[in-house]
């Protein structure tokens, strides 16, 4: 089972907000979508679902296309926080609504799951808090049993607790590869740690789709204090400088090889050792002069 988005664009009053995206999307996937404020995350996920009718291109699941197949609709979860109808309802009447949407909507887990995080089931959902609502939509997310999950900006705001509630229920989520996630966010530092794929949308095109795992397999963070002060040619040439302070230089080297480890280490640095390589890193060195990635903070 694959989810294609083909050529997919979308106008608004006569601007171009999406425009020829394409990718797919697998089980078993966390797939991050960063891009600045209003850069049109969210105007992908409603053409996406057909909330907005796309101007052109197609969403497939199984080589059917979603407009004119609705019964594949409920293959894709999307809670549209901006425009949603929970708001007058109290939590343990949202499965009512859902069930009509998603046919295998799991009563008894979305039961369970507010229990455990002690949500109760008699309150409003607007009566709650940012956190809790936030935990409201990742277990309506998961308890629709919908295959692909799109979760729009589900960090914003929030606690480092309830960030690290939701990301567990994620990851534990995709654990058997039967479900995949597409994760918006304009911050990178919310998504480290889960997503193994990025696409970065900008100026309303997919700049790019990095494969994480396959950057890290290559790319080093340095950590360097050189008897010199001249920043040397191997440096120069190969490394991206992501911080400087005193002496020591903090540099990320996109394809460390074993020439470069021996032209660093016939410098006789005083300190060579590796740090931990963070998502914001990898972008910061792979992107930030072709993107504007600096803006996005
Ligand atoms: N219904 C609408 N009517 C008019 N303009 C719209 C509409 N929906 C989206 N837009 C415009 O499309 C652009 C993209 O908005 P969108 O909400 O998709 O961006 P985003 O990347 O999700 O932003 P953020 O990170 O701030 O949530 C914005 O300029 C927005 O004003």
Not at 25 to 41: F, H
Not at 188 to 198: A, I, T
Not at 244 to 257: D, E, F, H, K
């Amino acid at each position: 089972m694959t989810l294609q988005v083909n050529n997919l664009s979308k106008q608004i009053d006569k601007r171009q907000i999406i425009s020829d995206i394409t990718f797919n999307w697998a089980p078993g996937e966390i797939i991050g979508l960063v891009g600045r404020n209003g850069v049109g995350k969210t105007t992908l996920f409603r053409t996406m679902v057909n909330h907005y009718v796309a101007d052109a291109g197609q969403v497939l699941v199984d080589d059917q296309p979603i407009q004119r197949t609705p019964t594949r609709q409920r293959d894709i979860f999307f809670l549209d926080t901006q425009y949603n109808f929970l708001s007058n309802y109290s939590l343990k009447e949202l499965p009512d609504f859902y069930s009509v949407v998603y046919p295998n909507f799991d009563r008894q887990r979305y039961n369970e799951l507010l229990r455990h995080f002690e949500l109760n089931a008699g309150d409003q959902y607007r009566r709650l808090s940012k956190g809790m609502r936030a935990m409201v939509n990742i277990i309506l997310a998961l308890t629709s049993n919908a295959t692909y999950l799109i979760l729009d900006e589900p960090f914003d705001g929030l606690d480092v607790i309830v960030r690290e509630n939701i990301a567990t229920m994620v990851i534990d989520e995709v654990a058997d590869q039967r479900k995949g996630f597409l994760i918006s966010s304009h911050d990178l530092n919310e998504l480290d740690g889960l997503s193994d794929r990025v696409l970065l949308l900008k100026d309303s095109q997919l700049a790019h789709d990095y494969n994480l795992e396959d950057i890290r397999a290559t790319a080093k963070k340095i950590q360097l204090v050189l008897p010199d002060k001249t920043i040397p040619a191997v440096l120069k040439e190969h490394s991206h400088l992501i911080r400087v302070s005193g002496r020591v230089l903090v540099v990320v080297i996109t394809n460390y090889t074993a020439d470069i480890d021996q032209q660093l280490r016939a410098l006789h640095p005083v300190l060579l050792e590796e740090l931990p390589l963070t998502l914001e890193d990898l972008f910061r060195a792979n992107l930030a002069h072709d993107t504007g990635y600096q803006l996005l903070k």
